[in-house]
């Protein structure tokens, strides 16, 4: 008896050190179904994540990607099961990035808008550009324009959500956001920041002086090195060339790209000049990058699902990383 035991040990040990990835069985399993017509590869994955399970009950990831697998089988049974499992897995893992945004798409798919909506704001609570992420993954299975009930009132929230709806190439929509956040929380240098950085980019320099205005107090620390050198140009603007000439030197040895920083913060002197003669758009001329627009949502149910990996690990939302936390 005792030997058995120890052999059972040593067996349980071995299958603990054998690595298990079970997003590629899932993804593996679909392949094969989609593009084969194996009607056997699903159920297979699904013994095998099952059997994982079994002996290690807690793994939130695999339990995830389970219940994703389960919601690409057909029936109301498998469904239902898929809640289960991705309930499970919230509740061994509730501060898992990939758990929740998973949980939330799960959800969405299943019809459960309010759910997928309430999974969104609690990933809000801990990471705002990861909730914005999947509040983007939810948004086409969201009924009514209910989308924005996920987002907390919260200035950091918003500025995160405006720039999701900016890097998918939505610029209006992004545009208002950002706008009714600086009203909303005018204070917020994050807030003022980024609208300082489009005003810039866009060559409207009035509106970076309104942004900026030379008198803003700004904590001298790189986290707010761009403001300084905007500063800047309002000081000199304004006709203070001293204190534009010390936010500029400051803000290049604050900032990481000084060359940046110097940019941000050129001679508006020099600008001006240049304007009058004619000399085309103003020396900072970044205009916003647009990110191409969605991809087509043909087949979304099944190839999403293996594009991304059926429910993402415990990571980000995207699937990239494990076990991410807080």
Do not use: K, N
């Amino acid at each position: 008896m005792l030997a058995a035991s120890i052999l059972a040990t040593v067996a349980g040990a071995d299958r603990a050190r054998v690595p298990f990835d079970a997003r590629a069985i899932a993804e593996t399993s679909l392949a094969a179904e989609l593009g084969a017509g194996d009607p056997a590869a699903v159920p297979v994955a699904l013994t095998r994540l099952t059997a994982r399970l079994a002996d290690f009950p807690t793994d939130a990831a695999t339990r995830t990607i389970l219940a994703s697998l389960l919601l690409e089988s057909d029936g109301e049974a498998a469904r239902a099961a898929a809640m289960i499992e991705i309930r499970t897995a919230v509740r061994d893992d509730p501060y898992g990035v990939g758990v929740r945004c998973a949980a939330a798409r799960i959800e969405a798919r299943s019809g459960r808008s309010a759910e997928a909506l309430a999974e969104v704001r609690a990933i809000f609570a801990f990471d705002a550009v990861e909730a914005s992420s999947a509040l983007s993954d939810v948004e086409p299975f969201v009924p009514g324009g209910r989308v924005e009930d996920a987002i907390p009132d919260d200035a950091t929230a918003w500025l995160a959500w405006s720039r999701r709806l900016r890097a998918l190439g939505r610029e209006r929509e992004a545009d208002e956001r950002l706008d009714a956040s600086l009203r909303r929380w005018p204070d917020d240098l994050s807030i003022r920041a980024a609208a300082a950085e489009i005003a810039a980019g866009r060559g409207r320099l009035a509106d970076l002086a309104r942004l900026v205005p030379p008198g803003l107090a700004i904590p001298e620390d790189a986290g707010h090195a761009a403001l300084i050198a905007y500063r800047a140009r309002s000081r000199e603007d304004s006709g203070d060339p001293a204190g534009a000439r010390r936010d500029a030197l400051l803000a290049a040895a604050l900032s990481d790209d000084r060359r940046g920083a110097r940019a941000r913060s050129v001679d508006a002197r020099a600008l001006r000049a240049r304007e009058r003669a004619g000399g085309g758009r103003p020396f900072l001329d970044r205009r916003t990058p647009r990110a191409p627009g969605r991809a087509g949502r043909q087949g979304q149910r099944r190839a999403a699902a293996v594009e991304r990996g059926p429910g993402a690990p415990a990571g980000r939302c995207g699937g990239e990383g494990a076990g991410r936390r807080p």
